[in-house]
């Protein structure tokens, strides 16, 4: 079996030598610069306003020089600053291939899904992608890519669900864990019967008896999901528990990733996984700390007594740094550009979490840190809901397309 409890005790002494002194930067931006970055911003928004005409986006697409993947290039560059190294990974033909593919397929296989469930899904292919270039393999959605980051949207809906009990929760788990252990199971529901589909996904990329790791990963990850219930009661756990299951959790979810793309590693290959896992998770408690506490689901954050959370993030900032470097372990890592991306990229998500809560930290902390942002918080702040909406308002158009229009995109 896998070494869940090492890799976790591994990272728990990591976490804990991690300092909460405030981490240096690279890059801070002035006030100017924040507003020309801005400026940029809401240019790039106006055009995204155009694409959601279906007419417009064929007028734009015919035009090589003003397709979205440029258009989307100079954003990031103009915006966030990323570095162009960064941007060949980010904006590369397989990765832009490899979305479209994810798109069509997501659509075919659930078709009630909703615009925001499939972005939900195509954030954890990028990460399989990313995997992919790590371990030297084509970038490309293989059904193993395609069946685990559609069993988020499925499954982590339903286990959020404030509607569906504790109880229902846990006889989903129970029936889910015996599906990933090959025991086959009479669906009860559209929910069970897609994810038992997607199960089966596996099983043929990646035959039991070929691939056990595989399968390890997979019942280590359900472990970790069964386990987390446990933080949404009123009952007293330790915090020594829920450092446990949050780094569980995090971790076994890409190590998931690792063997379903690789179908095998070396023990170092999954320890760096999972501490990779482990940084993503913490960036998730940062991002949700607000909803969290509201809902009485207890995290590294949400349950902290402390009004300033400041000194956290910056230990997970600290940690993050130091779980990256285990990554080189993997031959596809050979220069700092791709290290480079996944930290600069999770360090902005957690600058942005910061500004926009913050109720949770002291005014102090919020005016140091906004200098690494290359965006006002109180821009961000504003902006947020609008641009999650038009964001999901293309989707949405892109979706309503019939296929033969979005081939010609």
């Avoid at 989307?72 to 980010?90: A, K, Q």
């Avoid at 395609?146 to 129970?174: G, H, R």
């Amino acid at each position: 079996m896998l070494p869940v409890q090492d890799y976790i005790n591994h990272f728990k002494e990591m976490w804990e030598r991690s300092p909460d002194s405030f981490p240096h930067f690279h890059k801070t931006y002035s006030s100017e610069e924040k507003f020309a970055h801005e400026h940029n911003f809401d240019g790039f928004q106006n055009k995204l306003k155009e694409l959601q005409n279906v007419r417009k986006v064929q007028q734009v697409k015919s035009d090589p020089a003003k397709s979205f993947f440029p258009m989307f290039r100079s954003f990031l560059e103009t915006v966030f600053d990323f570095d162009p190294g960064h941007l060949e990974i980010i904006l590369s033909e397989d990765f832009k291939d490899v979305s479209k593919d994810f798109f069509y397929r997501a659509r075919a296989f659930g078709p009630e899904l909703d615009p925001e469930d499939i972005y939900q899904g195509m954030r954890n292919v990028w990460i399989m992608n990313g995997l992919q270039l790590m371990i030297e393999k084509p970038v490309k959605i293989t059904p193993s890519v395609f069946a685990y980051s559609m069993i988020y949207p499925y499954s982590d809906n339903l286990l959020d669900n404030p509607e569906i009990s504790n109880e229902q929760k846990q006889i989903f788990s129970t029936r889910f864990d015996r599906r990933l252990h090959g025991i086959l199971e009479i669906p009860l529901n559209h929910t069970e019967k897609q994810l038992f589909h997607l199960i089966s996904m596996f099983e043929g990329e990646f035959p039991r008896h070929k691939f056990p790791r595989v399968y390890e990963s997979l019942y280590a990850i359900q472990q970790g999901q069964t386990n987390s219930l446990k933080m949404i009661t009123q009952n007293g756990i330790s915090d020594d528990e829920i450092c446990n299951i949050c780094f569980e959790k995090g971790g076994a979810s890409v190590l998931a990733d690792g063997y379903l793309v690789a179908g095998d590693m070396t023990g170092e290959q999954e320890q760096a996984l999972f501490g990779y896992g482990i940084y993503l998770q913490l960036l998730d408690d940062i991002q949700d700390v607000k909803e969290d506490s509201l809902a009485s689901t207890k995290t590294i954050f949400s349950c902290l007594p402390e009004k300033d959370l400041g000194r956290f993030v910056n230990k997970t900032i600290h940690f993050g740094r130091m779980a990256l470097e285990e990554m080189r372990c993997f031959n596809g890592v050979k220069s700092d550009d791709f290290l480079g991306l996944m930290n600069r990229s999770i360090e902005m998500m957690v600058v942005e979490s910061v500004g926009l809560n913050e109720t949770w930290y002291s005014s102090e902390y919020l005016e140091e840190i906004e200098k690494i942002s290359p965006l006002h918080f109180s821009y961000l702040r504003k902006k947020r809901t609008q641009s999650k909406s038009q964001r999901f308002a293309l989707f949405q158009k892109y979706f309503d397309m019939p296929k033969s229009k979005q081939m010609a995109v």
